[in-house]
């Protein structure tokens, strides 16, 4: 066929971001030329950020792979997809007798943004059968799970702020003027915002920074990392001891508020307020302002998880907004439903554990079928039976991402056998063995099966392929359909159909039990020309706006999301209790046992003597965490990987702008140009994480040119939160020192 130059339009999800935004594609022949927001999205309304708006820039780099990478006699070549397949299936092999366990898999983030990941990446690593799954969950949003876990039966079951309908927000730990938000999916979150503002209401943010966000707030308290538990701990005692709490219509659905109430008692906010560097009377008031609006919300994110009381300080969030009968309710904190989900009978569930199985070496528990990231080259690097002798990396960049990344990257270089899916030959996937690169975002279909669950109002979109696949490339769909197979012992050469379609048999089985019809039936009726999206229909006909494969001919089904290329609205939140609830008692348990017996760990940390100074990180609008510094649009302009000291602190060290600074911490140092700014509070420096692209054997140009230095070389995979084994990326103790 000749190539054409005809100009088109397409309509696409952003899938670089939680937000969701939807864009507006213009396509020249087979390319992507231009990307701007879509007006007449239902989500977005046209909003769109640098990163969305450098969309074709990202899709056309050049440094992205296009062939799979296999290492012959130590270099890295292009090969063909049958043989670089047929190297992973003898790689594999190899370190399968070593037992199941020796085959570790690292999910990263991404893998939450691809239908790909949403789809095939759980049949993997159950073919796989092993217990070492690690993933990014693990430096970022674990403690959120635990805490959804024990409090609703569910860990997915994690409550948004109503952003559009709440009349006081309080943001700890969370950015959203640059994140553009997290575990809280709301495009164009600072225009929220700003109409929160404009129609009376107001927010508050609680940051050692301050930050954008801080800045727009009716109200910035700084406070000292690592202490938010502390903090709110605080306003939970203030409910109580000021007769504040008023759980309304929830009184029915929650048990243990004495427990609560008793665990408090020594969180008096007079106890916790030189810890906090929060003054006893402003937290006295921030519960009274919380108590006495008719809808607040508290949202935690990044600096409320990645803390040493990571799931202390995510529970005591919706604690607080039980509290004040804000969950689950109008403008409070709500549960979501998304097309893709069903609601299920009211009613007693299996409840939640965690530490089914323990990590070899350090005994930590598993969660939600994981192993703490932060324990991988302890698994790798000791000897004896079960010891990880080869990695699956799918969408990561642990060697920029995990704690004390240093010593994980040699222990990667120590491995067996490592095959990566990866578009880039990166920090991480250097080690690899075998890359298999996944086609640009814009030729794979998109729905967000992560995201729509966690977004402040329900709607549902899809996008089909922008373009077709290029020559002699694979879905990514394929090529974890093959690696599954491979892990099945199917051999490399299995026909991906086979997984595709035994993934749909299993969908539609349970279709064909709920609704009492032959599954036979209900597979004449799939729509889509694509596994993924047959796969997507299935789900969202038997899901909760779901057309039941008929029954109901108004609902949702693919060909509608297709009919409605700027998305469908399904309306505001809804109450959703007690439907979410899966605890075993059916109701809210509010003091779950093992949260309560972590809280002496937060009685000693109240009155431990102060530190010394402590690192936090940041993120920036045009940063993704590591992988797109590649993007000239995104890296241009002044060096963003500087050491944020305050101007006291500046002086009684005696650094000035510009100067190196050395930082260095129990597991490493690095050296950075300081940056003196009130924007961080005394005490406290910031550096931001996913850089350091100086390493050798790495295929990105661009970021190769702003290199930036790692952030994690300083983070120390030994402090984790125990009960969900996240590791501690804020508030490190570090040395500073002119370099
Ligand atoms: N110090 C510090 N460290 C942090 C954080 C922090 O705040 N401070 N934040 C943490 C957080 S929240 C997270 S989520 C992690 C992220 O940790 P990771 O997920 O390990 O790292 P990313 O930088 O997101 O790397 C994503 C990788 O996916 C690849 N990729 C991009 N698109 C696709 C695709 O469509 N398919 C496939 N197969 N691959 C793709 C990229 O090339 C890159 O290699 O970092 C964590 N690390
Ligand atoms: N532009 C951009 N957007 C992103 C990403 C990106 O890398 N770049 N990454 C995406 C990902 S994977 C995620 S998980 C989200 C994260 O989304 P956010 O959590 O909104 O992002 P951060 O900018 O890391 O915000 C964390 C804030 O916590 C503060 N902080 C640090 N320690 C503490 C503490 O102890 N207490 C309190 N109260 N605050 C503290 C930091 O100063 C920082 O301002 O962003 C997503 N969006
Ligand atoms: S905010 Fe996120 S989803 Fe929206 S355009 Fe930017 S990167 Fe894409
Ligand atoms: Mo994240």
Redesign the pocket.
Same mark, same amino acid.
């Given at each position: 066929m000749a190539a054409t130059t005809a100009t088109r339009t397409a309509y696409r999800t952003c &899938?670089l971001c939680e937000a969701t935004c939807g864009l507006t594609l213009t396509i020249t022949g087979d390319q992507v030329t231009h990307a701007r927001g879509d007006r007449d999205h239902v989500f977005s309304h046209g909003f769109v950020c640098p990163k969305g708006a450098a969309f074709p820039q990202l899709l056309a780099d050049p440094d992205r792979l296009r062939r799979p990478l296999l290492r012959v006699d130590g270099a890295l070549r292009e090969v063909g997809w049958d043989e670089a397949f047929a190297a992973v299936e003898a790689g594999l092999a190899a370190a399968r007798s070593g037992g199941r366990d020796a085959i570790a898999v690292?999910?990263?983030? &991404?893998?939450v943004?691809?239908m790909?990941?949403g789809l095939y990446v759980g049949p993997l690593v159950r073919a796989l059968g092993t217990r070492n799954v690690y993933?990014?969950?693990t430096?970022?949003?674990m403690p959120k799970h635990v805490s959804s876990g024990y409090l609703y039966g569910d860990p997915n079951a994690i409550p948004v702020p109503d952003l559009d309908r709440t009349d006081l927000l309080v943001l700890l730990g969370a950015n959203p003027f640059e994140s553009n938000g997290?575990l809280c999916t709301a495009p164009d979150f600072p225009g929220r915002l700003r109409a929160l503002q404009a129609r009376g209401g107001r927010f508050l943010v609680v940051d050692p920074r301050r930050t954008r966000t801080a800045t727009a707030a009716d109200e910035h308290l700084p406070i000292r990392p690592g202490t938010d538990a502390l903090l709110l701990f605080a306003v939970v005692h203030t409910l109580f001891d000021e007769d504040l709490v008023r759980l309304g219509r929830l009184a029915e659905h929650v048990t243990g508020l004495d427990d609560v109430r008793d665990l408090a008692a020594a969180f008096a906010p007079e106890r916790v307020a030189d810890r906090c560097a929060v003054p006893a009377p402003r937290i006295r008031r921030l519960a009274r302002e919380l108590a006495a609006a008719s809808a607040a919300a508290v949202y935690g994110r *990044?600096g409320t998880c990645?803390v040493a009381f990571g799931t202390l300080t995510s529970w005591l969030v919706d604690v607080v907004n039980v509290l004040t009968g804000n969950l689950d309710r109008p403008g409070g904190a709500m549960f979501p439903l998304a097309a893709h989900q069903r609601t299920r009978a009211p009613g007693p569930g299996k409840g939640f554990r965690t530490g089914r199985w323990t990590s070899r070496v350090r005994s930590l528990p598993e969660v939600k079928s994981e192993l703490p990231v932060a324990t991988l080259a302890d698994e790798i690097e000791t000897p004896g039976e079960g010891q990880v002798r080869a990695l699956i +990396? *799918?969408?990561?960049? &642990?060697v920029?991402? +995990?704690?004390n990344s240093r010593r994980l990257d040699r222990a990667l270089a120590s491995l067996d056998f490592m095959v990566? *899916?990866?578009?880039?030959l990166?920090e +991480? +996937?250097r080690h690899a063995d075998v890359v298999?690169? &996944?086609p640009?975002?814009a030729r794979?279909g998109h729905y967000d099966f992560a995201f729509l669950s966690l977004a402040v109002r329900n709607v549902a979109s899809y996008s089909p392929p922008a373009l077709p696949p290029e020559p002699d490339s694979l879905d990514?769909c394929d *090529?974890l359909a093959r690696l599954t197979l491979i892990a099945a012992r199917r051999g490399a050469g299995a026909d991906p159909a086979e997984l595709h379609e035994h993934l749909l048999g299993q969908t539609l089985a349970d279709a064909a039990e709920m609704l009492g019809r032959p599954a036979a039936e209900l597979r004449a009726l799939v729509a889509g020309d694509r596994p993924a999206e047959r796969l997507l229909d299935a789900r969202l006909r038997l899901g909760a706006y779901g057309d039941q494969f008929g029954a109901r001919p108004d609902g949702l089904s693919l060909t509608r999301l297709l009919d409605h290329p700027h998305g469908v609205d399904l309306g505001p939140l809804q109450p959703r209790l007690p439907e979410v609830l899966r605890t075993a008692s059916g109701t809210i348990e509010l003091c779950p046992p093992p949260i309560a017996a972590d809280v002496a760990r937060l009685r000693d940390a109240r009155d431990a003597p102060p530190d010394g100074f402590v690192l936090v990180?940041?993120?920036h609008l045009r940063s993704?965490?590591?992988?797109m510094h590649n993007v000239p649009a995104l890296v241009k302009g002044r060096d963003r990987c500087t050491l944020q000291v305050h101007p006291e602190d500046a002086t009684k060290l005696g650094l000035a702008p510009g100067d190196a600074a050395r930082v260095s911490s129990r597991v490493g140092s690095v050296v950075v140009p300081v940056e003196v700014t009130a924007e961080t509070m005394p005490g406290v420096v910031s550096?931001?994480?996913?850089w350091g692209h100086d390493v050798p054997g790495t295929r990105q140009s661009v970021a190769r040119a702003h290199p930036g230095v790692n952030?994690?070389v300083?983070?120390d995979e030994a402090a984790v939160d125990p009960l969900s084994g996240n590791v501690v990326?804020?508030g490190i103790p570090v040395r500073v020192e002119p370099a």
């Amino acid at each position: 066929m000749a190539a054409t130059t005809a100009t088109r339009t397409a309509y696409r999800t952003c &899938p670089l971001c939680e937000a969701t935004c939807g864009l507006t594609l213009t396509i020249t022949g087979d390319q992507v030329t231009h990307a701007r927001g879509d007006r007449d999205h239902v989500f977005s309304h046209g909003f769109v950020c640098p990163k969305g708006a450098a969309f074709p820039q990202l899709l056309a780099d050049p440094d992205r792979l296009r062939r799979p990478l296999l290492r012959v006699d130590g270099a890295l070549r292009e090969v063909g997809w049958d043989e670089a397949f047929a190297a992973v299936e003898a790689g594999l092999a190899a370190a399968r007798s070593g037992g199941r366990d020796a085959i570790a898999v690292y999910l990263g983030n &991404p893998n939450v943004h691809t239908m790909a990941g949403g789809l095939y990446v759980g049949p993997l690593v159950r073919a796989l059968g092993t217990r070492n799954v690690y993933s990014a969950s693990t430096v970022d949003q674990m403690p959120k799970h635990v805490s959804s876990g024990y409090l609703y039966g569910d860990p997915n079951a994690i409550p948004v702020p109503d952003l559009d309908r709440t009349d006081l927000l309080v943001l700890l730990g969370a950015n959203p003027f640059e994140s553009n938000g997290s575990l809280c999916t709301a495009p164009d979150f600072p225009g929220r915002l700003r109409a929160l503002q404009a129609r009376g209401g107001r927010f508050l943010v609680v940051d050692p920074r301050r930050t954008r966000t801080a800045t727009a707030a009716d109200e910035h308290l700084p406070i000292r990392p690592g202490t938010d538990a502390l903090l709110l701990f605080a306003v939970v005692h203030t409910l109580f001891d000021e007769d504040l709490v008023r759980l309304g219509r929830l009184a029915e659905h929650v048990t243990g508020l004495d427990d609560v109430r008793d665990l408090a008692a020594a969180f008096a906010p007079e106890r916790v307020a030189d810890r906090c560097a929060v003054p006893a009377p402003r937290i006295r008031r921030l519960a009274r302002e919380l108590a006495a609006a008719s809808a607040a919300a508290v949202y935690g994110r *990044i600096g409320t998880c990645t803390v040493a009381f990571g799931t202390l300080t995510s529970w005591l969030v919706d604690v607080v907004n039980v509290l004040t009968g804000n969950l689950d309710r109008p403008g409070g904190a709500m549960f979501p439903l998304a097309a893709h989900q069903r609601t299920r009978a009211p009613g007693p569930g299996k409840g939640f554990r965690t530490g089914r199985w323990t990590s070899r070496v350090r005994s930590l528990p598993e969660v939600k079928s994981e192993l703490p990231v932060a324990t991988l080259a302890d698994e790798i690097e000791t000897p004896g039976e079960g010891q990880v002798r080869a990695l699956i +990396t *799918i969408a990561g960049n &642990p060697v920029l991402s +995990t704690a004390n990344s240093r010593r994980l990257d040699r222990a990667l270089a120590s491995l067996d056998f490592m095959v990566s *899916i990866d578009p880039y030959l990166n920090e +991480t +996937t250097r080690h690899a063995d075998v890359v298999l690169p &996944p086609p640009d975002a814009a030729r794979a279909g998109h729905y967000d099966f992560a995201f729509l669950s966690l977004a402040v109002r329900n709607v549902a979109s899809y996008s089909p392929p922008a373009l077709p696949p290029e020559p002699d490339s694979l879905d990514e769909c394929d *090529i974890l359909a093959r690696l599954t197979l491979i892990a099945a012992r199917r051999g490399a050469g299995a026909d991906p159909a086979e997984l595709h379609e035994h993934l749909l048999g299993q969908t539609l089985a349970d279709a064909a039990e709920m609704l009492g019809r032959p599954a036979a039936e209900l597979r004449a009726l799939v729509a889509g020309d694509r596994p993924a999206e047959r796969l997507l229909d299935a789900r969202l006909r038997l899901g909760a706006y779901g057309d039941q494969f008929g029954a109901r001919p108004d609902g949702l089904s693919l060909t509608r999301l297709l009919d409605h290329p700027h998305g469908v609205d399904l309306g505001p939140l809804q109450p959703r209790l007690p439907e979410v609830l899966r605890t075993a008692s059916g109701t809210i348990e509010l003091c779950p046992p093992p949260i309560a017996a972590d809280v002496a760990r937060l009685r000693d940390a109240r009155d431990a003597p102060p530190d010394g100074f402590v690192l936090v990180g940041r993120r920036h609008l045009r940063s993704n965490n590591s992988w797109m510094h590649n993007v000239p649009a995104l890296v241009k302009g002044r060096d963003r990987c500087t050491l944020q000291v305050h101007p006291e602190d500046a002086t009684k060290l005696g650094l000035a702008p510009g100067d190196a600074a050395r930082v260095s911490s129990r597991v490493g140092s690095v050296v950075v140009p300081v940056e003196v700014t009130a924007e961080t509070m005394p005490g406290v420096v910031s550096l931001p994480h996913g850089w350091g692209h100086d390493v050798p054997g790495t295929r990105q140009s661009v970021a190769r040119a702003h290199p930036g230095v790692n952030s994690n070389v300083l983070t120390d995979e030994a402090a984790v939160d125990p009960l969900s084994g996240n590791v501690v990326l804020n508030g490190i103790p570090v040395r500073v020192e002119p370099a």
